[in-house]
């Protein structure tokens, strides 16, 4: 089946910890995403990459950073510069057009403890 | 800017009953709108889009969409709810002056389908 993985599902990081969220997808999508979901607050744009090693921040990206080496992989990493990471993170990807939708992961819950 | 709004944070309804999800927005030349949904701690299922045509959009598990120019909106709808539609919803909008498939979501409105 096609789609975007996402893992884990759930991560804990002690504070001062970078961590790394991983999303894959087979969808042959050039367009990938990270958004941020806060309660009440919908979805915040983290980082977006067009085509393979190419990113541009999205409103949020202080403290965040990616990677782009292949089409089918864009791994975020939360880094200790990142002052409140405790959120729902969620990957998606589209065809790179502006009238398609988007196809999203499971999504991983980070905590900090 | 392009910007997306959901007025209501929740929704309640009876099992049966219509329901409707509003969604404003306000985007520089023709929008295209999209309405997800999300159950809990899970990722956003597409529903279904507004590009051009027909102002009457139909979508997955039986719901619609009536993209209103004049009034800025795309409420979204469905004639008889079910306690499986309890869920979390999100109007998006993307605008093809970007550069890039950038979507603007709202807040999220959360819908109870109560038996």
């Known amino acids: 089946d096609g789609g975007i993985t996402q893992s884990p599902k759930y991560l804990f990081r002690k504070e001062g910890q970078n961590v790394t969220l991983s999303c894959e997808q087979n969808l042959n999508h050039d367009a990938m995403y990270w958004y941020r979901q806060d309660p009440g607050q919908g979805l915040r744009l983290i980082y977006y990459?067009?085509?393979?090693?190419?990113?541009q921040k999205g409103d949020i990206a202080e403290g965040y950073s990616v990677s782009r080496e292949k089409k089918e992989s864009f791994p975020l990493t939360v880094t200790s510069a990142q002052k409140n990471p405790t959120a729902f993170y969620l990957c998606?990807?589209?065809?790179?057009?502006?009238?398609?939708?988007?196809?999203f992961g499971q999504g991983t819950r980070l905590t900090v403890v | 800017a392009q910007s997306v709004a959901q007025p209501e944070d929740q929704v309640n309804v009876a099992e049966g009953n219509p329901l409707t999800v509003k969604c404003t927005y306000s985007v520089s030349g023709n929008p295209y709108l999209f309405w997800y949904v999300q159950y809990p701690n899970r990722g956003l299922q597409f529903l279904l889009k507004?590009?051009?045509?027909?102002?009457l959009v139909k979508g997955s598990y039986g719901f619609e969409a009536e993209f209103n120019k004049s009034q800025t909106s795309f409420h979204l709808k469905k004639p008889s709810a079910l306690v499986s539609d309890s869920a979390l919803y999100f109007c998006a909008v993307s605008s093809p002056g970007d550069n890039f498939n950038k979507f603007y979501f709202g807040s999220g409105t959360k819908l109870n389908v109560k038996p």
């Open positions: 507004y590009i051009t045509g027909d102002n």
């Open positions: 998606a990807s589209s065809i790179d057009l502006p009238n398609t939708e988007a196809f």
């Open positions: 990459s067009q085509i393979v090693n190419d990113f």
